[in-house]
């Protein structure tokens, strides 16, 4: 007897797994159909197409180029100026020239805190055309 009562214990101790896999499957269908797809905010950036050659001489001083250094300075026409200049710089220079945009040379060390501060004073000052330049140093 003591034979037929440790097989129908075995039998009774082993468990099914099946209905376990069934509520894990269910709950991965579940965060899958219920995550929500987030789109990170960020700053759409339109890139010109790219060429080794200069810029006709009549288009150089259309531009008004502010150049930032490793260090975040932003330099103007040889000086450096402030952030809070750069609003007055634009309109003064867009008073003169109505066609000109905003070209901001960025150093690959500044900080996008600058540039972005820069193409908001711009836009401020009414120039909505901001590019961005960096190069390789």
């Given at each position: 007897m003591a034979i037929g009562k440790r097989k129908a214990?075995?039998?009774?101790?082993?468990?099914?797994?099946?209905?376990?896999?069934?509520?894990?499957?269910?709950?991965?269908?579940?965060?899958?159909?219920?995550?929500?797809?987030v789109n990170e905010s960020g700053i759409d950036v339109s890139r010109p197409p790219t060429s080794d050659q200069p810029p006709p001489p009549d288009q150089e001083n259309k531009n008004i180029l502010f150049r930032v250094t490793e260090t975040n300075d932003?330099?103007?026409?040889?000086?450096?100026?402030?952030?809070?200049?750069?609003?007055?710089?634009?309109?003064?220079?867009?008073?003169?020239?109505?066609?000109?945009?905003?070209?901001?040379?960025?150093?690959?060390?500044?900080?996008?805190?600058v540039f972005i501060k820069i193409s908001d004073q711009a836009r401020e000052a009414g120039v909505y055309d901001i590019s961005l330049v960096t190069k390789e140093r």
């Open positions: 214990q075995e039998e009774e101790s082993e468990i099914d797994l099946t209905p376990m896999l069934d509520v894990v499957f269910i709950m991965l269908i579940f965060f899958i159909v219920t995550a929500s797809f932003i330099m103007f026409e040889g000086r450096r100026i402030d952030v809070r200049a750069v609003r007055a710089n634009v309109e003064r220079v867009h008073a003169e020239n109505p066609e000109a945009k905003v070209i901001i040379d960025g150093h690959p060390k500044a900080s996008a805190d």
